[in-house]
């Protein structure tokens, strides 16, 4: 009888057991959280461990770009604790959601928040023509990169611990362990395509800027930053040549997209075509056998290591400076008098940005795109242009106000003509001038705008030389350029837009 008891005891025992599990597996834990498409999933699920549940809106074999929410997805968004996305560039539906309410900002995180996006395509764009002739268009693939992709974790990283602080240290831990991992793919990365800087790889989409820009590549693509776009024949028989003359001996197509074109210009050219993973989406089966992000990125590395070994190493070629109005080259008979009208309104000195970090991310861009000196040297450089004590700028009509920690200072300026400066590499500058009425303007007295342009137009930054000595003076001052940006500009924005340009 003691021994069917004790059978029994055990028996319930493992039941109470098992049942406990099933509710433990089964329970919902209070922090819920979606997230757009795979790389973000990924990254927030890496960081949150088993602090919150993670779901995917954005389903493998799904266009990003232009998914429309269905009135489910929309129900989903609305019940849970956060939605995490990449960029509005991206995912250019988040935008809309916001504006109806779909989407509050407290229930919302961007991971790409303070990073500067490279740019992409231009449309109407000319540096010769003024702000309201063109808009940028800003590359979102930053995740394609594993520098950049260290850089999307830490955002996520740091909004989620500020959004939920109990959770804070887990986060913290989590996150660590994970960058870890990116930075050693990062270093990978690094090593095994030092030895290929300069090359040239050619893809379906301009999918993979970042890895070119971040490890010295070169990229060319069928089509621009969208999938959905279509090469014209005369395109495909530029890249032939291009294919043959540049010693291409791979072309890479994409898992998620049609290959067509890529397939056909692979047969044009003669040459072999590989796979690179663009990560916007990775079926379930996949991820069931163990892929990852890393995995994945790994499995690129391979692919363009491969195809660069059979490649003809790329000749040296010095960079080309495109002869334009904003690049110092013009005629004399092209410039035009202008008034302070071209620059009225209200702006902001950038140095407060540069003594705060806000623009390191710009001179690491410096750094990489020209290759001449390293982002300190940038820095350091453009800590001695930026620098000044004026913080704001002033102007209405005929009237200047300079802005120090001091108080304001306000003086009446009239035109005084313009001079055109000859620089060390051949190009020239027109610096507007411009003298105070006042007697008592003191080093306010003679002052000098320098915009990139040469005629009217209004200014969307500028630098700025002033002096109470003369005009001839200032002509001189060729190391120290304060400059000012509008002053409803945020330190990101003043830097996406430096970029930009």
């Given at each position: 009888?003691?021994?069917?008891?004790?059978?029994?005891?055990?028996?319930?025992?493992?039941?109470?057991?098992?049942?406990?599990?099933?509710?433990?597996?089964?329970?919902?834990?209070?922090?819920?959280?979606?997230?757009?498409?795979?790389?973000?999933?990924?990254?927030?699920?890496?960081?949150?461990?088993?602090?919150?549940?993670?779901?995917?809106?954005?389903?493998?074999?799904?266009?990003?770009?232009?998914?429309?929410?269905?009135?489910?997805?929309?129900?989903?968004?609305?019940?849970?604790?956060?939605?995490?996305?990449?960029?509005?560039?991206?995912?250019?539906?988040?935008?809309?959601?916001?504006?109806?309410?779909?989407?509050?900002?407290?229930?919302?995180?961007?991971?790409?928040?303070?990073?500067?996006?490279?740019?992409?395509?231009?449309?109407?764009?000319?540096?010769?023509?003024?702000?309201?002739?063109?808009?940028?268009?800003?590359?979102?693939?930053?995740?394609?990169?594993?520098?950049?992709?260290?850089?999307?974790?830490?955002?996520?990283?740091?909004?989620?611990?500020?959004?939920?602080?109990?959770?804070?240290?887990?986060?913290?831990?989590?996150?660590?362990?994970?960058?870890?991992?990116?930075?050693?793919?990062?270093?990978?990365?690094?090593?095994?395509?030092?030895?290929?800087?300069?090359?040239?790889?050619?893809?379906?989409?301009?999918?993979?800027?970042?890895?070119?820009?971040?490890?010295?590549?070169?990229?060319?693509?069928?089509?621009?930053?969208?999938?959905?776009?279509?090469?014209?024949?005369?395109?495909?028989?530029?890249?032939?040549?291009?294919?043959?003359?540049?010693?291409?001996?791979?072309?890479?197509?994409?898992?998620?997209?049609?290959?067509?074109?890529?397939?056909?210009?692979?047969?044009?050219?003669?040459?072999?075509?590989?796979?690179?993973?663009?990560?916007?989406?990775?079926?379930?089966?996949?991820?069931?056998?163990?892929?990852?992000?890393?995995?994945?990125?790994?499995?690129?590395?391979?692919?363009?290591?491969?195809?660069?070994?059979?490649?003809?190493?790329?000749?040296?070629?010095?960079?080309?400076?495109?002869?334009?109005?904003?690049?110092?080259?013009?005629?004399?008979?092209?410039?035009?008098?202008?008034?302070?009208?071209?620059?009225?309104?209200?702006?902001?000195?950038?140095?407060?940005?540069?003594?705060?970090?806000?623009?390191?991310?710009?001179?690491?861009?410096?750094?990489?795109?020209?290759?001449?000196?390293?982002?300190?040297?940038?820095?350091?450089?453009?800590?001695?242009?930026?620098?000044?004590?004026?913080?704001?700028?002033?102007?209405?009509?005929?009237k200047v106000t300079f802005v120090t920690d001091?108080?304001?200072?306000?003086?009446?300026?009239?035109?005084a003509g313009y001079k055109v400066l000859t620089?060390?590499?051949?190009?020239?500058?027109?610096?507007?001038?411009?003298?105070?009425?006042?007697?008592?303007?003191?080093?306010?007295?003679?002052?000098?705008?320098?915009?990139?342009?040469?005629?009217?137009?209004?200014?969307?930054?500028?630098?700025?030389?002033?002096?109470?000595?003369?005009?001839?003076?200032?002509?001189?001052?060729?190391?120290?350029?304060?400059?000012?940006?509008?002053?409803?500009?945020?330190?990101?924005?003043?830097?996406?837009?430096?970029?930009?340009?």
């Amino acid at each position: 009888m003691k021994k069917c008891k004790k059978g029994f005891a055990v028996l319930l025992l493992g039941l109470v057991l098992f049942l406990t599990a099933c509710q433990s597996q089964g329970a919902k834990k209070d922090l819920q959280l979606v997230t757009s498409f795979y790389p973000i999933y990924e990254f927030t699920k890496k960081i949150v461990g088993d602090e919150a549940d993670v779901q995917l809106l954005v389903s493998a074999g799904t266009e990003v770009h232009g998914y429309e929410p269905s009135a489910k997805d929309i129900s989903r968004l609305q019940e849970v604790s956060s939605f995490l996305y990449l960029d509005p560039n991206m995912e250019m539906w988040v935008p809309d959601l916001e504006k109806t309410g779909v989407l509050e900002a407290d229930r919302t995180i961007q991971a790409s928040k303070d990073l500067i996006l490279l740019p992409g395509q231009e449309t109407d764009h000319d540096h010769d023509h003024g702000a309201e002739d063109h808009e940028h268009t800003l590359d979102p693939h930053l995740w394609l990169s594993p520098y950049r992709a260290k850089l999307l974790v830490a955002s996520l990283r740091d909004q989620l611990m500020e959004r939920y602080p109990d959770q804070a240290a887990s986060f913290e831990k989590n996150a660590a362990a994970y960058l870890k991992e990116l930075e050693q793919l990062d270093k990978t990365y690094q090593e095994k395509l030092a030895v290929y800087q300069g090359y040239t790889f050619l893809t379906q989409h301009t999918a993979f800027n970042y890895l070119a820009f971040d490890y010295q590549l070169q990229q060319e693509s069928i089509v621009g930053l969208s999938t959905e776009e279509e090469a014209s024949l005369k395109r495909i028989q530029e890249l032939t040549d291009q294919v043959k003359e540049a010693g291409i001996k791979r072309i890479y197509v994409e898992s998620t997209s049609s290959n067509k074109l890529a397939q056909t210009l692979a047969s044009e050219a003669g040459v072999a075509v590989g796979q690179l993973h663009t990560l916007e989406g990775v079926p379930q089966k996949e991820l069931d056998q163990g892929a990852s992000y890393i995995s994945l990125m790994e499995e690129n590395l391979e692919q363009l290591v491969a195809g660069f070994k059979d490649a003809t190493k790329p000749r040296a070629t010095e960079a080309v400076t495109e002869k334009t109005v904003a690049n110092g080259y013009f005629e004399d008979k092209a410039i035009k008098d202008r008034t302070l009208a071209d620059w009225e309104g209200d702006w902001q000195s950038v140095y407060p940005y540069l003594e705060s970090g806000q623009l390191d991310q710009v001179f690491d861009y410096k750094a990489k795109k020209k290759g001449d000196k390293t982002a300190q040297e940038y820095k350091d450089y453009y800590q001695i242009g930026y620098q000044t004590d004026v913080n704001q700028i002033k102007i209405k009509g005929n009237k200047v106000t300079f802005v120090t920690d001091k108080g304001e200072e306000t003086y009446t300026y009239k035109p005084a003509g313009y001079k055109v400066l000859t620089y060390e590499k051949g190009n020239r500058g027109v610096r507007f001038q411009f003298e105070a009425e006042e007697a008592n303007a003191g080093r306010f007295k003679y002052m000098q705008f320098s915009d990139h342009q040469i005629a009217p137009i209004k200014s969307e930054h500028f630098h700025l030389y002033f002096g109470g000595e003369s005009q001839e003076a200032l002509w001189e001052e060729l190391t120290n350029w304060p400059t000012y940006y509008p002053a409803s500009l945020s330190g990101q924005e003043v830097a996406q837009e430096m970029v930009a340009h």
